[in-house]
Nanobody, 120 residues
Framework: QVLLVESGGGLAQPGGSLRLSCAAS????????MAWYRQAPGKQRELVAT???????TYADFVKGRFTISRDNTKNTMFLQMNSLKPEDTAVYFC??????????????WGQGTQVTVSS
């Protein structure tokens, strides 16, 4: 199976920036789509951004122009650069990957989440 570890969360002021990382490990043959989700207290988990192995990206409307998703395929790592943060960006951020293991089994994995708090 695939293990995902997120890092980079924390406290930021409105208008500030944070950079999240998600490192994947395990018996990975390849990673297809990688994605960031977030879940605020009392709300459903929502998709923030996705990136394919070829680098094609999509963004939720509420982060367009502020967040940038990227990945380093050589290190099985994904990033989320978050700029112009707003209090409503406060949430636990999760990474998700769609991977193929060395056994050629396709799996999906979720990270444990990293807290992002935007407050003055």
């Amino acid at each position: 199976q695939v293990l995902l570890v997120e890092s980079g969360g924390g406290l930021a002021q409105p208008g500030g920036s944070l950079r999240l990382s998600c490192a994947a490990s395990g018996n990975i043959f390849s990673i297809n789509t990688m994605a960031w989700y977030r879940q605020a207290p009392g709300k459903q988990r929502e998709l923030v951004a996705t990136i394919t192995s070829g680098g094609t990206t999509t963004y939720a409307d509420f982060v367009k122009g502020r967040f940038t998703i990227s990945r380093d395929n050589t290190k099985n790592t994904m990033f989320l650069q978050m700029n112009s943060l707003k209090p409503e960006d406060t949430a636990v951020y999760f990474c998700k990957v769609d991977a193929v293991l060395t056994s050629r089994v396709r799996v999906q994995g979720w990270g444990q989440g990293t807290q992002v708090t935007v407050s003055s």
